[in-house]
């Protein structure tokens, strides 16, 4: 299994959680960690930008990144939401085995 972490920010809780329903709903995420409270600074169009975000932490396979990143752009409010994957160098065999049984496309 070639796990992923994907990472994304969202202006509010609000959003994070419709985009994580989403993505577990669509089987593009095993698990979605939600944390409602990060502080984000960062420059965008030449102004630092100083901001209160909430950060998805999206446990998946890297078969189904570019889906997810498709799907997270379609619902996402930002023009350039933060979509950034890391691999799982290593894990629980039953978790990394239950993420693999749970991101399996349906058709």
């Known amino acids: 299994m070639n796990g992923i972490v994907v990472l994304i920010t969202t202006p509010s ?10 993505l577990i709903e669509n089987r593009l995420a095993a698990c ?10 960062y420059r965008w ?4 930008c100083d901001e209160t975000e909430s950060l998805l932490i999206v446990k998946t396979q890297a078969d189904r990144f570019d889906q997810l990143s498709r799907e997270v752009k379609a619902h996402h409010r930002y023009t350039v939401p933060e979509i950034i994957a890391l691999p799982i160098a ?6 990394l085995n239950w993420i693999q049984a749970s991101t399996v496309a349906v058709h």
């Not at 809780?13 to 989403?22: F, L, N, Q, S, T």
């Not at 979605?32 to 600074?41: D, E, F, H, N, W």
């Not at 290593?90 to 978790?95: C, E, K, L, R």
Request: no cysteine; hydrophobic share 30%.
């Open 90 to 95: 290593q894990g629980s065999p039953d978790y």
């Open 13 to 22: 809780k609000d959003e994070a959680e419709r985009i994580a329903r989403h």
């Open 45 to 48: 169009e030449g102004n630092i």
């Open 32 to 41: 979605v960690s939600i944390v409602p409270s990060v502080r984000s600074l």
